[in-house]
């Protein structure tokens, strides 16, 4: 029986582990800021384990059986946590205490359980061997799940299967424990029905997974999800509500088709068409491909090199026929070269290797709503760009609305200015988002356009006098700088937005 048992710790802690991971890794879809969620949902599990642990001391009858039953009940509540708190998130008036709640409750079955084995095996092996054994099995299983979370789980399953998947393990644990030990476990049908029925539960949840995340997901977005898919670094959603086709990251809005135009247009062109000839463009981000179709529309430039952190992006709006038609063939262009890598790390890499610089780098990437993508809006961030960017050449970065996020805009004009550069702050109104705002920088004093590329349907050379205005309800405020250390930048768009979002 010892072998049995011990290969079931390593069981139940790779399945409790996937489960903690798939907690913050929802909430980090839905909620933002991945720091936090993942550093409370960790705290809030571990605190229940210990509740558990503790609770374990007053269960003094029928061990086994009841090993068999905590293994049934983690694996419903665990299988089930993903797709329950999919299902509820536009339903509940506070999403967080549902979520702490299923968290606190599998952190407590979790640690009901290797207490309870340690005392069932006190008999089989010797102390030390016990401890020893027990734990290792039980790290080496927590050491499996963060390899196969990331690199398996998450790109080919998906956070509802991977729960089912692991909910159905504990479900077999519990199954086999009874099949061995039969003779020590008293109502054994009545254990083997529960064993049964809890399998058929998440079986059909797993099947059923996608069905589950399309609903939940229906919910939550206007209009027909056309295309849904989890990459290893954010959740992919594109909607279409009649002509209005709408892409989606970790629930975010990235634009809608009907007016990115106006978004991508005041991107790029006010600072492209303020310099001579760019002959060589860096675009950060911009996976669509949308602010590529802008600058294509230069003849001078000979090539543009766009650095994505997700394959999953470049790849769907390289192949789907309804997004090739919206970036214009975009990524078929010979003058672009896609580099799938961390923006952050390929600037290092490629200031050590002095490779040649770049005429304009165009940053069109998504909001600082959590930290990993903050440091790509860091004072350090920023003095790498300036030692890639040629002699007189610029760069402009989406900084969020002026109007909602005053505080966060201003934050990413300051920090850019504090790296050394001359900043043009400007803005403009897209119907999607509102009134929307970009920082420009040169070296020194910007030169606005005197003429435009033809075919554009939003900017004039009239009208782009008036973006670099702020009302005083948008005017200059003084911030604290976005450091790699101390990202004040994350502090302010998350309380500027949540005020925004709950009013």
Not at 159 to 187: C, E, K
Request: glycine share 8%; aromatic share 12%; with cysteine.
């Amino acid at each position: 029986m010892a072998p049995l048992l011990l290969a079931s710790v390593f069981v139940i802690a790779t399945c409790g582990l996937v489960y903690e991971l798939i907690a913050g890794t929802l909430a980090s879809y839905l909620l933002g800021d991945s720091v936090t969620q993942f550093s409370t949902i960790i705290g809030c599990y571990l605190f229940a384990m210990g509740v558990g642990s503790w609770a374990s001391r007053y269960v003094t009858r029928n061990l086994i059986a009841f090993f068999v039953r905590v293994e049934i009940l983690v694996g419903l509540v665990g299988g089930a946590s993903a797709a329950v708190l999919f299902l509820m998130f536009e339903h509940v008036g506070s999403f967080r205490v549902l979520l702490y709640a299923v968290v606190g409750l599998v952190g407590m079955l979790v640690g009901v359980e290797i207490p309870i084995l340690l005392r069932i095996l006190k008999d089989e092996l010797e102390f030390k061997d016990l401890v020893s054994r027990v734990f290792t099995f039980d790290y080496i299983g927590a050491l499996f799940a963060s390899i196969l979370f990331p690199l398996v789980l998450v790109p080919y399953l998906g956070l509802v299967r991977s729960s089912f998947l692991f909910g159905t393990l504990n479900v077999l644990v519990a199954g086999w424990v009874l099949i061995m030990v039969r003779r020590h476990v008293p109502a054994l049908r009545l254990h083997m029905g529960a064993v049964l029925a809890s399998l058929a539960l998440l079986i059909g949840g797993f099947i059923g997974a996608e069905r589950i995340t399309a609903l939940a997901e229906t919910s939550s977005y206007a209009g027909t999800v056309i295309f849904a898919e989890s990459s290893p670094y954010q959740r992919i959603v594109l909607t279409r509500r009649n002509e209005d086709l709408r892409l989606h990251l970790n629930g975010n809005l990235q634009f809608s088709s009907l007016d990115e135009y106006r978004y991508h247009e005041a991107l790029v062109h006010p600072l492209l068409a303020s310099l001579a000839a760019p002959r060589r463009v860096l675009v950060i981000g911009g996976g669509d491909g949308l602010a590529i179709r802008e600058i294509l529309k230069y003849p001078a430039v000979e090539s543009i090199t766009l650095v994505d952190l997700d394959p999953a992006m470049t790849r769907l709006f390289s192949t789907n026929p309804m997004l090739v038609s919206l970036n214009g063939g975009a990524f078929a262009s010979p003058r672009v070269t896609v580099v799938n890598a961390d923006a952050f790390l390929w600037l290092r890499d490629r200031t050590e290797r002095q490779a040649p610089r770049f005429d304009a780098i165009v940053i069109d990437l998504p909001d600082p709503s959590n930290f990993s993508i903050g440091k790509l809006y860091s004072l350090s961030f920023y003095r790498l760009l300036d030692s890639i960017l040629a002699e007189g050449g610029g760069f402009v970065v989406q900084s969020t609305s002026p109007l909602v996020a005053r505080k966060s805009f201003w934050c990413v004009n300051n920090t850019i200015g504090a790296a050394g550069f001359v900043t043009s702050p400007y803005h403009a109104y897209v119907p999607s988002f509102g009134d929307w705002g970009y920082v420009l920088a040169t070296r020194g004093s910007y030169r606005p356009p005197v003429e435009y590329p033809e075919g554009l349907r939003f900017l004039t050379i009239a009208g782009t006098a008036e973006m670099f205005r702020f009302p005083p309800d948008m005017a200059r405020v003084e911030t604290g700088i976005q450091r790699l250390d101390d990202q004040v930048l994350i502090h302010y768009f998350d309380d500027e937005w949540s005020s925004y979002l709950v009013y």
